[in-house]
C-alpha cells in the first residue's frame, strides 16, 4: 500500500504532536512547563492542522472544521504564552487551550483508527455506532479532567528568554 509523502508528512507531524503532547500534558497538570516539548509539541500540532487544508476536497469536510478550532485555540495558546507571558487569566487560557489543542489530535486520531483500521472499523463503520461514540466520550471525559487539572496546577515560573 503506497502513502503519497504528502499524506505521510502530515501523519507524521500529528504523530509527533500526539506523543510530545502527552508529556507537555502531564507537565501542565504538574505545574511545569518545558520549552524544548511545548515548542516541539506547538510547531507540529500547528503544522498539523495547516497540511490538513493541503488534501483536495471540493466541499467543507467535519476535518476542516476541526482544523479551524485547532488553529484558533493554538493562536489563542501562542497568544496567552509569548504575548501576555501567562499572566493573570492567560495562564488558564494557555493551560486548557493546551489540552484541547492535544484533545482534538486525539479525536481525530479516533476518527481515522475506526475509518482505517479493519477491526475497529466493522465496529462503526458510519462512526455513528456505539463503540465509536464510547470510545470519543472516554477519550473526552479524560480530557475534560486534564483540563480541569491543568487549569488548577498549571502556576509556572517563564523564563525571560522562555
Request: glycine share 8%; hydrophobic share 60%.
Amino acid at each position: 500500500m503506497f502513502v503519497d509523502p504528502f499524506t505521510s508528512l502530515h501523519t507524521a507531524l500529528s504523530l509527533i504532536a500526539i506523543v510530545v503532547g502527552i508529556p507537555v500534558i502531564a507537565d501542565l497538570v504538574a505545574g511545569r512547563v518545558r520549552a524544548l516539548p511545548t515548542t516541539l509539541f506547538l510547531i507540529t500540532a500547528i503544522l498539523t492542522s495547516v497540511t490538513g487544508y493541503g488534501f483536495p476536497f471540493h466541499r467543507l469536510l467535519p476535518s476542516h472544521i476541526v482544523g479551524a478550532i485547532a488553529l484558533v485555540v493554538l493562536a489563542l495558546v501562542l497568544i496567552a504564552r509569548y504575548g501576555y507571558r501567562l499572566a493573570g487569566a492567560w495562564r488558564g487560557v494557555y493551560a486548557i487551550g493546551m489540552v484541547i489543542s492535544h484533545y482534538l489530535l486525539i479525536f481525530v486520531l479516533i476518527a481515522q483508527l475506526f475509518g482505517k483500521v479493519p477491526a475497529l472499523n466493522a465496529l462503526a463503520p458510519t462512526q455513528s455506532e456505539p463503540p465509536f461514540a464510547i470510545a470519543q466520550g472516554i477519550a473526552l471525559l479524560v480530557f475534560v479532567v486534564l483540563g480541569v487539572l491543568a487549569s488548577r496546577r498549571f502556576r509556572p515560573a517563564i523564563p525571560a528568554a522562555a
